[in-house]
């Protein structure tokens, strides 16, 4: 049987704030769900074509840039 998965709903504050709690995390145990979280969340934040109304709420663009970050303190 394979590993059962969730869906949850989120806001980007709260999204920020576990990746800055992995980050206090040694590297190797965090690396694959840090990068779950930020190509999950990136997905949702970038427009689904370009044809549509490309700007974004200032929240979400400045989460994208957050997402985007490197943690400020070097991963054990």
């Given at each position: ?10 806001s980007v ?21 840090v990068s ?20 974004l709420a ?19």
């Open positions: 049987m394979g590993e059962t998965t969730l869906r949850l709903e989120l504050d709260d999204i920020n704030l576990i990746l800055e709690a992995l980050g206090e995390r040694p590297f190797k145990s965090v690396y694959g769900l779950r979280l930020q190509s999950q969340a990136r997905a949702q934040l970038q427009p689904e074509n370009s044809a549509e109304d490309t700007s200032e929240p979400e663009a400045n989460a994208a840039a957050v997402l985007e970050a490197t943690p400020a303190r070097e991963w054990s």
